[in-house]
């Protein structure tokens, strides 16, 4: 009868984009460059094509808050493949040109193949193709990889905390075998999704004592390892700061027995810092979103699945565009909504943790909502 209970507030009725109740924004037209109120550009979108999941991570979607009671989203709510389509094409009217799939598990939406190659098929204003990845649990990925590659996918992350089985059917807390997850990954390799990313969230006390394992496991392949501190998204996950690992002591871990060389980033905002094997058998990266802040080369903006912007995976207020697409409006207004949001965008929400205390009590959106 104790059954603990953590409130969670409910951001899917977020207030429409515009001047006021009723009216739609002034139609911007796109010009293939967007910078936000300081001064960051417009080169990512995230898309979460479903808010449900077959997992119940601790971090993220623990059980006692999204149990068989919790109430996600009716199909009805979500955006259809021709509407994600066509708000994506107006994000990449405005200069973006990768596209991540999140979720919720996106590969739990039927037929996320036909969004795949629907998306596959936008074009740059310059006439190139855009680059489309998919984040997964891997959980379905060997039965979907190879159909996931012929549609145009490029690339797949896989989230992985764990390759201890007991460990890791724990965390998932499901009792799902870590083996069928790595055999996902063998299916992606074998399908030409690469070059893969392993995400491992690090919870001090949880899995930190396989920070080296992973190391060993991926060091010499073509994965890419990737090591996130937990991160205090949303408001059910019960984040503390002593939780955190920081990503210098992985590194330092990681270290004492596979030197690391310091890399340069691949392109400006790359959320994760690169460090390389020093023998040259490949690299790892960190994200260090709680330690050392990285919003002002941010240039990502997340859709959830009934279609509202979000500006920051810590915001909490989203920006309605369903309402544009599914109440007449032209493509010249939701282009110029999405112009008018981007412009407004001041979000820091991890530098402000950083310099302020209160920042931590914010309400945010649930990450398995908007997608990591």
């Known amino acids: 009868m104790n059954k603990r209970v953590i409130p969670i507030v409910d951001f899917r009725q977020a207030m429409p984009l515009g001047l006021g109740a009723g009216m739609l924004p002034v ?56 509407e994600i389509t066509r708000v994506a094409r107006q994000f990449v009217a405005h200069g973006v040109h990768k596209i991540r799939l999140t979720g919720g598990e996106p590969l739990l939406r039927k037929n996320i193949e036909r969004l795949v190659e629907m998306l596959a098929a936008l074009r740059t204003p310059e006439g190139r193709e855009i680059d489309l990845t998919l984040t997964t649990n891997g959980t379905l990925l060997k039965q979907k990889a190879q159909a996931l590659k012929d549609a145009g996918l490029k690339r797949v992350t896989v989230s992985l905390d764990s390759l201890d089985d007991e460990n890791f059917r724990r965390m998932n807390d499901v009792d799902f075998p870590v083996a069928r997850v790595l055999e996902g990954i063998e299916a992606a390799y074998a399908a030409g999704l690469g070059p893969i990313k392993i995400n491992m969230v690090v919870k001090k006390g949880l899995n930190d004592h396989e920070i080296l394992p992973m ?24 984040w503390r700061m002593d939780q955190v690992v920081p990503s210098n002591e992985v590194v330092r871990r990681i270290a004492t027995e596979l030197p690391l060389v310091e890399a340069d980033p691949n392109y400006t905002g790359e959320t ?75 979000d820091r929400y991890s530098e402000l943790r950083s310099e302020q205390q209160d920042a931590r009590a914010l309400r945010k959106v649930e990450m398995s909502y908007i997608g990591g």
């Open 27 to 82: 139609p911007t037209e796109p010009v293939g460059l967007l910078g936000d109120a300081l001064g960051r550009p417009l080169h990512d979108l995230r898309i979460s094509v479903t808010d449900r999941c077959n997992f119940r991570c601790v971090y993220c979607m623990p059980k006692d808050v999204f149990d068989k009671q919790y109430q996600f989203l009716p199909h009805s709510a979500l955006l259809t493949f021709e």
């Open 272 to 346: 994760a810092e690169r460090w390389r094997y020093a023998d040259g058998s490949g690299e790892i990266g960190v994200i260090s979103s709680v330690t050392h802040a990285f919003c002002q080369d941010c240039s990502r903006a997340r859709l959830s699945t009934e279609g509202r912007v979000y500006t920051c995976l810590f915001a909490s207020e989203g920006h309605d565009l369903r309402g544009i697409v599914r109440n007449g409006g032209s493509d010249a207004e939701l282009a110029g909504a999405i112009a008018r949001l981007w412009h407004q965008r001041g």
């Open 215 to 238: 190391a060993r496991r991926f060091k010499g392949t073509s994965a890419i390892l990737r090591f996130i501190e937990y991160m205090d998204v949303g408001s059910s996950n019960g």
